[in-house]
Nanobody
Framework: QVQLVESGGGLVQPGGSLRLSCVVS????????MAWDRQAPGKERELVAH???????TYADSVKGRFTISRDNAKNTVYLQMNSLKGEDTAVYYC?????WGQGTQVTVSS
């Protein structure tokens, strides 16, 4: 059974940082591309960042230069380092692999 479990969300002030983690089980983690998506209230879910099984990364234009996706295949974990956070980054963040999503972790950017 494939499971993705996110953690690391919370409340942060504008300009602050958070690091999200997603631990994956039930699959050969190193063989799969991974992604982080987010969904803000009243908006559609959108891709934030993607990392291939070989470590190639891509980002949404809105987060380029501020967010970094990485993976640790030894720990079956994918990370999202978020710096210089803005109010518009407020959303539920989901870890994704193919058709599987985690339960999501709330990120709120507010003073």
């Amino acid at each position: 059974q494939v499971q993705l479990v996110e953690s690391g969300g919370g409340l942060v002030q504008p300009g602050g940082s958070l690091r999200l983690s997603c631990v994956v089980s039930g699959m050969t983690f190193r063989s799969y591309d991974m992604a982080w998506d987010r969904q803000a209230p009243g908006k559609e879910r959108e891709l934030v960042a993607h990392i291939s099984s070989g470590g190639v990364t891509t980002y949404a234009d809105s987060v380029k230069g501020r967010f970094t996706i990485s993976r640790d295949n030894a720990k079956n974990t994918v990370y999202l380092q978020m710096n210089s956070l803005k109010g518009e980054d407020t959303a539920v963040y989901y870890c994704r692999c193919n058709a599987y999503w985690g339960q999501g972790t709330q990120v709120t950017v507010s003073s």
